[in-house]
């Protein structure tokens, strides 16, 4: 017979997982600009403000492992690789819209 915690033990599991993924630095940044449509590592670099061009490969490879980004390479010439979100990426956008409305709502932006 379950537990009555077994319930909270997979929201805890399942929201750990998630944050593996969206908690790291810039990650978000990166869904929520190709949110915008697909995109080349160049104009992600411009998008994403302040990322430097190893983190940004760091980051695309791991939400490609987590097939949340589907990379995508045209032999050309010139040859062109570009990033979209898959199935997985588009869902988490109005997840990003209510988080970034909630951030607005609820926090004070930082000074510097």
């Given at each position: 017979m379950p537990e009555a915690g077994d319930d909270l033990n997979r929201c805890d599991a399942a929201?750990?997982?998630a944050f593996s993924v969206l908690g790291?630095?810039?990650?978000?940044?990166?869904?929520?600009?190709l949110g915008n449509g697909p995109s080349t590592f160049v104009a992600l670099r411009r998008a994403v403000a302040g990322i430097?061009?190893?983190?940004l490969s760091d980051r695309l490879g791991e939400l490609t492992d987590a097939g949340l980004v589907a990379r995508a390479v045209d032999a050309g010439p010139p040859v062109?690789?570009?990033?979209?979100?898959?199935?997985g990426g588009?869902?988490?956008l109005?997840?990003?819209?209510?988080l970034g409305a909630w951030a607005s709502a609820t926090l004070?932006?930082?000074t510097r």
């Amino acid at each position: 017979m379950p537990e009555a915690g077994d319930d909270l033990n997979r929201c805890d599991a399942a929201v750990t997982l998630a944050f593996s993924v969206l908690g790291k630095r810039w990650n978000g940044m990166i869904l929520s600009s190709l949110g915008n449509g697909p995109s080349t590592f160049v104009a992600l670099r411009r998008a994403v403000a302040g990322i430097s061009d190893t983190v940004l490969s760091d980051r695309l490879g791991e939400l490609t492992d987590a097939g949340l980004v589907a990379r995508a390479v045209d032999a050309g010439p010139p040859v062109t690789v570009s990033y979209a979100l898959t199935d997985g990426g588009r869902g988490l956008l109005p997840i990003l819209d209510q988080l970034g409305a909630w951030a607005s709502a609820t926090l004070e932006a930082p000074t510097r």
